[in-house]
């Protein structure tokens, strides 16, 4: 799996937007960048994925670069609650998720 | 039911005990994974069942050893543990091992302290 570089910690108010960028500059043409966020105390949960067009679903959308050398995940307003660690994953055949550094997020009320 | 759980929420055990920690889903997931989280780090990858057989073992220390008795379980039994293996032990499954798309889904995980 490609290897990430994402930024180690991001601060936000409430309800403004937070933009969690990931650097994957050794992508392969095939691998998927998958997001999972963490919450104190908690697994690892599934945030979103793509390929090479933009997602959204109900937690967040994701940006993929043109290039595809990076991605930025989009929290179009921060509650509390996702005050968390953002993995963004490179992930290649076989399902095997590689976690790096992650960002840890921090909402300000 | 999408909720992977795991028992027990807490261990705390001796250098010469041993003691097993529990996995269970109920999605059909045919994929089913161990992972070590020590404090303020990443998960790391342990094991990987698929269709209950071992798939891969991160070159795991025998002192842990799983075990995917079906298809909705999955267990790793704990002998002679250092107390450097005190750890955050998380559970996950996937539908399938193979597919780029798969999301895995994590239990809460096993809070492990080894004295």
């Known amino acids: 799996d490609a290897k990430t570089t994402q930024p180690n910690s991001m601060e936000s108010n409430e309800e403004e937007p937070v933009h969690l960028p990931c650097n994957h500059s050794?992508?392969?043409?095939?691998?998927?960048i998958h997001w999972y966020r963490q919450l104190p105390s908690q697994g690892p949960e599934y945030v979103i994925h793509?390929?090479?067009s933009n997602v959204n679903n109900r937690m967040a959308s994701l940006a993929i670069a043109e290039d595809r050398k990076s991605s930025t995940l989009i929290l179009h307003r921060a509650t509390l609650r996702d005050a968390a660690v953002y993995y963004c994953?490179?992930?290649?055949?076989?399902?095997?998720?590689?976690f790096g550094g992650g960002t840890r997020v921090l909402v300000k009320p | 039911d999408t909720e992977v759980t795991q028992t027990p929420k807490h261990l705390v055990m001796g250098m010469t005990n041993k003691k097993s920690l529990k996995c269970e889903q109920h999605?059909?997931?045919?994929?089913m994974y161990w992972y070590k989280q020590k404090a303020k780090k990443p998960p790391e990858l342990m094991f990987v069942?698929?269709?209950?057989?071992?798939?891969i073992n991160e070159s795991v220390p025998s002192r842990f050893s799983p075990e995917c008795p079906n298809s909705s379980l999955l267990n790793l039994h704990l002998h002679a543990l250092q107390p450097e293996d005190s750890a955050l032990y998380l559970c996950a499954s996937s539908q399938t091992l193979a597919a780029r798309t798969d999301t895995q889904y994590f239990g809460p995980g096993t809070r492990l302290t080894v004295l």
């Open positions: 050794t992508i392969s043409g095939t691998d998927y």
């Open positions: 999605m059909g997931h045919r994929a």
């Open positions: 994953i490179s992930k290649a055949a076989g399902n095997k998720l590689t």
């Open positions: 793509g390929l090479t």
């Open positions: 069942y698929s269709y209950e057989k071992l798939s």
